[in-house]
């Protein structure tokens, strides 16, 4: 039976509305297509000039749409399930953190398709990175094109297996904060050295832009870049050095390592 709307979404927070401010106004799915619910009414208000349909029912929403987004907080996932009552979704996109699609599955207790997405936080932006594991769609290209149409209005999309979620955790999902502190810190050491707020942030933002910028053209290796920015007695190689002695790389990586260990944890609960 053909459904009424061709995406649905339950919760309208941040990655919620952002996906749907995504495929509206990057016109892949019209307006009429779409159809939200939440319990916050102010949520729902965020979405406005979108023109989508919203309400305060999961259950219409679930009922109506053939993809079912999950966009709530892992902790009121349950609370999400007793709304639906005994209906059953058949066709899964969840963006809740650190719940599996057998979780996912089991709480359904049905033959759900479920597609694990990991949005980042510049996904609001439409300059973020999903990491998705659609497996569950293989069989019919047409919902595997969508579900990658659905994130690709959010920025680039990497298909994966959910086994590598963890790892996803600890560099797309955790790597915005990296970015945000190393921008800071160049920023206060850029005012400490006699530079204006306003001066050291634009130059260390459009630094990070432009570093990460030579790096996706991929016309050379991080390692050859370094090297190429490094030139002998000059100023950048002093900073390396400061780097390396300090455990630069280590510290990053344990950074990450105890972002995917939480993710793991989380993943068990």
């Known amino acids: 039976m053909k459904k009424k709307f061709k995406l649905g979404v339950i919760g309208c927070g941040f990655i919620g509305a952002a996906l749907v401010k995504g495929v509206v106004l990057s016109d892949y799915l019209g307006a009429k297509k779409v159809v939200v619910s939440d319990i916050v009414e102010s949520c729902l208000d965020s979405i406005d000039d979108t023109g989508v349909y919203t309400c305060n029912s999961n259950r219409y929403v679930a009922e109506n749409s053939e993809f079912l987004v999950l966009a709530v907080r892992p902790q009121h996932f349950a609370n999400v399930l007793k709304s639906l009552g005994d209906y059953k979704p058949s066709k899964i996109i969840s963006v809740m953190s650190g719940v599996t699609k057998l979780s996912i599955k089991k709480a359904f207790g049905g033959d759900a398709k479920v597609a694990r997405c990991a949005p980042n936080l510049p996904c609001a932006i439409g300059s973020g990175v999903t990491a998705v594991d659609m497996s569950d769609f293989d069989d019919n290209i047409d919902d595997t094109d969508f579900i990658f149409n659905v994130f690709n209005s959010l920025g680039t999309v990497v298909s994966l297996d959910e086994s590598k979620m963890d790892a996803v955790s600890g560099i797309s999902g955790s790597g915005p904060v990296y970015a945000f502190m190393l921008i800071d810190g160049l920023t206060d050491a850029g005012v400490k050295h006699g530079l204006t707020k306003e001066e050291a942030q634009t130059l260390a933002v459009q630094t990070v832009l432009g570093a990460a910028e ?56």
């Open 214 to 269: 030579m790096v996706q053209r991929g016309d050379e290796t991080v390692a050859d870049l370094t090297m190429k920015a490094c030139n002998k007695g000059g100023s950048a190689i002093e900073a390396v050095k400061v780097l390396e002695e300090n455990n630069f790389r280590g510290v990053v990586y344990h950074a990450v390592t105890a972002s995917v260990n939480k993710s793991k944890e989380l993943s068990k609960q």
